[in-house]
């Protein structure tokens, strides 16, 4: 019997490591969060992408909610108007950073804070999904961008899709590069984004990582 009662991963890279270093794990362990909403429910795929740069997290320090204000800020610098939309979970919350994101929002009105809110609210206005943590797996939102046909920008820190533009975290500039094209060459990101192979819906995923074995 396995002193884990589960684990939960969303990058095959993960597992592997897992199961390298702590071999009393055994495979019936592993768990796959379910999916947001029922794919009955989820809204249809974008034709066209919106103005809105959605980041999500947990108010942590290491979802990096600062650099992608930078970033945002960069691309309207340049001539983008877009807006930046923080969809935070309070399930875990440093009250400190929280408070310090919070007073960096205060005087753009571009930002909107959401908490507790599912990114299928923010989907359907998207320009890109931006993904600015310093720690990371593969990541559920990701998989949500690519099933609406989103492109997205993010951290070089884990197993990313084929298709998503990459950044070292931290490196504002080269994100923001990543915006402005994606703004400048809408129809041709949102084709792209559809295209990914990993375009598979997070039911896709869902069947795959239950065969992992």
Not at 33 to 45: K, Y
Not at 114 to 136: G, I, K, M, N
Not at 148 to 167: E, H, K, Q, S
Request: hydrophobic share 45%.
């Amino acid at each position: 019997m396995s002193l884990v009662d589960a684990v939960v991963t969303m990058s095959t890279t993960q597992y592997a490591m897992i199961r390298e270093s702590w071999k009393f794990i055994d495979a019936e362990s592993i768990r796959v969060i379910p999916p947001f909403v029922p794919s009955t429910e989820r809204h249809a795929l974008s034709r066209a992408l919106g103005d809105t740069v959605l980041v999500s997290g947990l108010w942590r320090e290491l979802y990096d909610y600062g650099t992608a204000v930078t970033i945002v800020e960069g691309a309207r610098q340049i001539g983008h108007d877009l807006r930046l939309v923080i969809a935070a979970s309070t399930a875990d919350t440093d009250e400190e950073y929280r408070s310090r994101i919070f007073e960096m929002a205060a005087p753009r009105p571009w930002i909107e804070i959401h908490e507790d809110r599912s990114v299928q609210d923010f989907l359907p206005r998207c320009l890109a999904v931006l993904r600015t943590s310093t720690q990371d797996s593969f990541g559920l939102v990701l998989s949500e961008a690519l099933w609406a046909g989103i492109p997205i920008v993010a951290t070089n820190v884990a197993t990313r899709p084929d298709v998503a533009m990459l950044f070292s975290p931290g490196e504002a500039e080269t994100a923001t590069r990543h915006l402005a094209a994606i703004a400048s060459n809408r129809e041709t990101f949102a084709r792209e984004a559809v295209a990914c192979p990993l375009f598979t819906g997070t039911d896709g995923l869902v069947e795959l990582y239950n065969n992992i074995t």
